[in-house]
């Protein structure tokens, strides 16, 4: 079992930064793929962002590419999800999740955090 923790979420305004933390502990792996995604109110949860933390390779949605980064502590136990220039559509529920497989689809995923809140004001 892997066990994940969010944090760092908040209210900010339009054009703040924001980095969220994701305490990860159990039998983790450095096979996993770590993932961040969002889900706003009425719709599907969607993809942020995802590494896998044997090549380093990071992906991203199109709506935060160039914007967010994906990043891991040096002890490799918390995940980072630094995230800048935030607009209102930002806004949403954040989760932390990890899977071997991994990639953009949620359903991927088994393992899941319980969420930080992040709402971005206009």
Known sequence: QVQLVESGGGLVQAGDSLRLSCAVSGRTSSSYVMGWFRQAPGKER???AARNWRDSRPSYGDSVKGRFTISRGD????????????????????????????????????????????????
């Open 46 to 48: 969607e993809f942020v």
């Open 75 to 122: 002890a490799k136990n918390t995940v980072y999800l630094q995230m800048n220039s935030l607009k209102p559509e930002d806004t949403a529920v954040y989760y932390c999740a990890a899977d071997f497989g991994g990639g953009s689809d949620y359903k991927s995923y088994d393992y899941w955090g319980q969420g930080t809140q992040v709402t971005v004001s206009s």
